[in-house]
């Protein structure tokens, strides 16, 4: 006989089919608490699967991260760019030579002698865009190094308006050769 009791019962009319489920169905219960109820150090390979969990979480973070990281990074570099875009200055490609150095190069602009005298005054600065320069207000130079200092090339800020009052040289000509 390899019927069970319940089976048998049910074959006999003794229980119907609905009281046989509720058994089984409170008897699958005992069994869950009684396996809930069991320590962790019994189950096998259950360190293991909270360390590989410890990592994955460990690692999602990692990447949260460095995409929360990439992100505010392009919305800096967008925000440069729309600032130099709104305030940069017309280039006329002016007859005097501008030199600055830029990392361990030296670059030319090519500036009208009013920007020539502003850029030297520091009341105008040259910036980074993409592959090419740009000429901007001193204000605004001070906006973009505060987000990126690598993009500013020469920010040289005097602080005072020198009109050539105080000069004491301002009777002598500069020779031409010494402009770079």
Known sequence: ?????????????????????????????????????????????????????AEKIARDRELNRLKQEEVRKKSIAAQIRQLIELHRLPQDEGETRFNFVDGKLVK???????????????????????????????????????????????????GEVDDGMDDPYADFKVPDDLIW
């Open 1 to 53: 006989m390899g019927n069970s009791l319940q089976d048998q019962l049910l074959k006999a009319g003794m229980i119907d089919k609905q009281k046989a489920q509720e058994a089984n169905g409170q008897r699958r219960k005992k069994q869950k608490l009684k396996n809930k109820g069991a320590s962790p150090d019994t189950e096998p390979g259950h360190d293991a699967v909270r360390a590989a969990q």
């Open 108 to 158: 030319t602009l090519h500036v009208t002698d009013e920007t020539a005298s502003q850029l030297g005054r520091g009341w105008l600065s040259i910036v980074k865009l993409d592959s090419g320069y740009e000429v901007v207000p001193a204000k605004v130079a001070d906006k973009i190094n505060e987000r990126d200092m690598t993009a500013v090339i020469t920010h040289e800020q005097t």
